[in-house]
């Protein structure tokens, strides 16, 4: 005879196999405007450049300390939410981010910069591990296909940041920037609601927080391994953030020495390398799902290595037809990424996440200051060509266990 706990616990386990494709929705939504207000920062790059006469080093150190900060908070954050949620958490990190883009439309100078970003990253800290978790909550068993979904948000919201610099920064400047206060207040009322059914999710988790605590314990005569495996996706991260960074903050530049065009022109380069990586992310769950994401990772990054080392050598239309093919594979790897790190460990979900996406943020960082001081000392030319040999670092995704690996090791 069944008994009431059994029976919840049922109702739970069938809920748990449910993909709620609205809530995916939404929270892919609100990632899309998240990552839209990151954007509007090295959106603002040819602006500030020119009128107040920043250094390639200067512009890299505001991005540095834009994704620092993300990138140091969001494992902090994601630990502290695997053991204590806070979904209302989510719409108050929009308000910091709110706040930061009304800074940075009113900042005279480049500390009040840095300062405005600073809030905008602490925002973006607690957004990415609060909505991984929300995704994962609402994936049921289509985990690829849900952080895709979450994920293509985040890069389609990047993508807009060549749109904004043609059609809003360049005529109207930084004041510009005000605008898309507009932009954080919609996404603090879209998470309003987020919070609130995750809220309500929470309440009937206790079965699933016990079932994840022993596939943890579970995992503990493989540490060693797992540890290992997580080294290997942090250079594989590593690899994609840099050159994800050189094309995305610089490559506006190279286009304007190199081609001769206008700073509006430049942006369609990177509009359509960030575009095609949001289909890229977009498609790249779905095909980890079915093909392994081991594989789908490795396809990834090694195989966009053959347009990276022919980019800095071909003419406008051709870096057009490049840039697409390399967004396209080489960020399909990005929500893949995320979802074996958290496989690697499915009892640490906010943290895993925190980890790998606040890597690439901090990679990215750490990518800005360094390519931009790159660039002032050998000039852009060389250092495009540098990056782009950091594809072939995908051979190391050899390294790690198989998907076959990671589910004998969680009794699956």
Not at 42 to 53: D, N, Q, R, T, V
Not at 326 to 333: A, F, P, Q, Y
Not at 360 to 372: K, Q
Not at 396 to 401: M, Q
Request: hydrophobic content about 50%; overall charge positive; charged content about 10%.
């Amino acid at each position: 005879m069944a008994t009431a706990s059994s029976i919840q616990v049922g109702k739970v386990e069938q809920k748990d196999t449910k993909t709620l494709y609205n809530i995916l929705f939404i929270i892919s939504i609100c990632h899309l405007l998240n990552d839209s207000l990151q954007s509007v920062v090295p959106a603002m790059f040819p602006i500030l450049e020119k009128s107040m006469g920043l250094t390639f080093t200067q512009l890299g150190l505001i991005t540095f300390s834009l994704n620092m900060v993300s990138s140091v908070l969001q494992p902090v954050v994601g630990w502290y939410t695997d053991k204590r949620p806070r979904p209302y958490a989510l719409p108050l990190g929009l308000t910091s981010s709110m706040l930061g883009i009304l800074g940075l439309a009113l900042a005279p100078s480049f500390w009040m910069i840095v300062i405005s970003v600073i809030f905008i990253g602490f925002g973006s800290a607690v957004f990415h591990p609060e909505g991984s978790r929300v995704t994962h909550l609402a994936a049921g068993k289509k985990r690829g296909l849900a952080q895709s979904i979450y994920q293509v948000g985040g890069n389609s919201g990047q993508a807009l940041a060549p749109i904004f610099t043609a059609l809003i920064l360049v005529p109207l400047g930084q004041f510009g920037g005000i605008w898309f206060t507009i932009v954080a207040f919609i996404a603090v009322m879209f998470l309003i609601y987020i919070a609130r059914w995750y809220s309500n999710r929470l309440k009937v988790q206790a079965s699933e927080i016990k079932k994840k605590k022993a596939v943890k314990d579970g995992y503990a005569p493989n540490m060693k391994s797992i540890k290992s495996a997580i080294l290997i996706l942090i250079l594989l991260v590593f690899a994609r953030s840099w050159y994800s960074s050189a094309i995305s903050n610089f490559y506006t530049f190279y286009a304007i020495k190199s081609y001769d065009v206008t700073i509006a022109h430049s942006q369609i380069f990177i509009f359509v390398f960030l575009f095609m990586g949001a289909v890229g992310t977009f498609f790249g769950g779905p095909l980890a799902d079915r093909f392994g994401r081991r594989n789908i990772i490795f396809l990834s990054i090694i195989g966009s290595a053959p347009m990276t080392l022919l980019l800095p050598y071909v003419g406008p239309t051709f870096a057009y037809i490049l840039l697409a093919l390399t967004g396209l594979i080489l960020m399909s790897s990005f929500s893949v990424t995320v979802v074996y790190a958290q496989e690697l460990l499915p009892g640490k979900i906010g943290t895993m996440s925190g980890l790998i996406v606040g890597l690439a943020f901090g990679m990215g960082a750490i990518g800005s200051v360094a390519l931009g001081a790159l660039i002032d000392m050998m000039g852009i030319q060389t250092t495009m060509i540098a990056v782009s040999f950091l594809p072939i670092l995908g051979l190391l995704t050899l390294l790690l266990p198989s998907d076959q690996q990671l589910k004998e090791w969680s009794g699956a």
